[in-house]
Structures are given as C-alpha cells and as structure tokens.
Nanobody, 126 residues
Framework: QVQLVESGGGLVQAGGSLRLSCTGS????????LGWFRQAPGKEREFVAA????????NYADSVKGRFTISRDSAKNTLYLQMNSLKPEDTAVYYC???????????????????WGQGTQVTVSS
C-alpha cells in the first residue's frame, strides 16, 4: 500500500514563502509520476505542478508559473513544492499525488494519479 504524507503547510502573509514536502512509502518518489494539486473551499481540485518520472521535466499551472517550483529528492523519497511570492488566492488544501503511469511528460489530470496524500492546509493572509 502506497502512502503519501504531506507537511509544511501553515499560515503566511502575502509575499511570503513556504515549502511543502511529501514523503512516500517504499520507493514511491523515485518510481512514479508525481504532482501537486490544491482545493480551495467551494472549488474543484485543480492542478498546480507536476514532474515526469522519465527525464524529470516539469509543468505548472499558469497561476503559479514563475512562483512555485516542484522538485524531488529520490534519496530522501521526498517530493517538494517551493512556493514563493504567495498570494491570498493560493489559499487551499494542497495534495501530493503519485501515478503508476511512468510518463515522459508531466501528468496534469487528477484522474491520471493513483495515490494521494491527506493534504496540508496553506493559508495566505493579505
């Protein structure tokens, strides 16, 4: 059973930074396609960032491009999301996800992922 555990969320002022971490069981982080999604109250879950299993290419939602960076450390079995220049509209529960589809391109659709973490709350105050 694959388990993903997020951490690093919290309350931050607009313009601040946070780094989210997602630790996987076994060798999940090094043997899966990986992504971050978020869900704000009353809204659908939306794609934030993804990193391909093969080659490590990345892709971002337009709303976070240039401010967020996704990365992974296979030795630590951990996925990261560095979030800079945070805005109040970034407030949401953030989820990491892992997919068995070992794609050469980043996966952006939630249905392409098989495993999800429990989520971590990020709140950005204005």
């Amino acid at each position: 059973q694959v388990q993903l555990v997020e951490s690093g969320g919290g309350l931050v002022q607009a313009g601040g930074s946070l780094r989210l971490s997602c630790t996987g069981s076994g060798r999940t982080i090094s043997t899966a396609s990986l992504g971050w999604f978020r869900q704000a109250p009353g809204k659908e879950r939306e794609f934030v960032a993804a990193i391909a299993w093969v080659g490590g290419s990345t892709n971002y939602a337009d709303s976070v491009k240039g401010r967020f960076t996704i990365s992974r450390d296979s030795a630590k079995n951990t996925l990261y999301l560095q979030m800079n220049s945070l805005k109040p509209e970034d407030t949401a529960v953030y989820y990491c996800a892992a997919g068995r589809l070992l794609s050469t391109t980043p996966l952006e659709a939630a249905r392409q992922y098989d495993y999800w973490g429990q989520g971590t709350q990020v709140t950005v105050s204005s």
